[in-house]
């Protein structure tokens, strides 16, 4: 089925290891996101990318880097991780800027860092 | 800044009652709002959207909201809630290039 597809579903890391998360989506989108999930903070961007080559940095950028080198995958790399770090973590991604088309959700990642 | 705010973390309704939930933004220019919600283990879906025209907006499952430019609001409505609504529901509004989303509002609705 078309969409967004996250890998790993759940990872344990020990701190200082580092990893690397995969968005891949097949729907042609130009648009990319990586968000984390925290209990009552909602959702916050991490970075985004508007299209192939191309990276920005979000709200809560620090500890993370991203690559998009490729329009249907956006990686999402934590080098030394952090007990901080643990989180749920979405990928979505978006036609275009325009608002009509919305995001479309991977199903997430949960990171635990020991 | 733009930001969204939901002023209700925690709902619990028993089934048959009515909900609202609150949310306000701030943002000076053209707005763009919605409504997502999250089920239990799932990622995020699409509730409504507004974009301009009738403030009163229809989604899925039954669910509307109605955008009200004075009080910078745009709230969720289900005139009766079933227990399979059981989620965490985010507003939205639209930045440039991205979504800034609430904190979040979970409800838990008692068979």
């Known amino acids: 089925n078309a969409g967004v597809t996250q890998t790993p579903k759940f990872r344990v890391l020990k701190t200082g290891q580092s990893m690397t998360l995969l968005c891949a989506q097949d729907?042609?989108?130009?648009?990319m996101y990586w968000y984390r999930q925290d209990p009552g903070m909602g959702l916050r961007l991490i970075h985004y990318?508007?299209?192939?080559?191309?990276?920005a940095k979000g709200e809560v950028p620090d500890g993370y880097n991203v690559s998009r080198l490729k329009k249907q995958n956006f990686l999402l790399g934590l080098e030394s991780a952090a007990p901080s770090q643990t989180s749920v973590y979405f990928c979505?991604?978006?036609?275009?800027?325009?608002?009509?088309?919305?995001?479309?959700f991977g199903s997430g990642t949960r990171l635990t860092v020991v | 800044a733009q930001s969204v705010s939901q002023h209700n973390h925690h709902v619990i309704l028993s089934e048959a009652a009515s909900l609202e939930l609150g949310c306000n933004y701030s943002?000076?220019?053209?707005?763009?709002l919605f409504w997502y919600v999250q089920y239990p283990g799932q990622h995020l879906q699409l509730l409504l959207k507004?974009?301009?025209?009738?403030?009163l907006v229809k989604g899925i499952k039954g669910f509307e909201a109605e955008f009200i430019k004075s009080k910078f609001s745009f709230n969720l409505r289900k005139p009766s809630v079933q227990w399979s609504d059981t989620a965490e529901y985010f507003c939205?509004?639209?930045?440039?290039?991205?979504?800034?989303f609430g904190t979040g509002t979970r409800l838990k609705v008692l068979a």
């Open positions: 979505a991604s978006s036609y275009s800027a325009g608002t009509n088309y919305g995001y479309t």
């Open positions: 939205a509004a639209w930045g440039t290039y991205k979504y800034i």
């Open positions: 729907m042609n989108h130009e648009y």
């Open positions: 943002y000076g220019g053209t707005v763009n």
């Open positions: 990318s508007v299209g192939e080559g191309t990276t």
């Open positions: 507004y974009f301009s025209g009738d403030p």
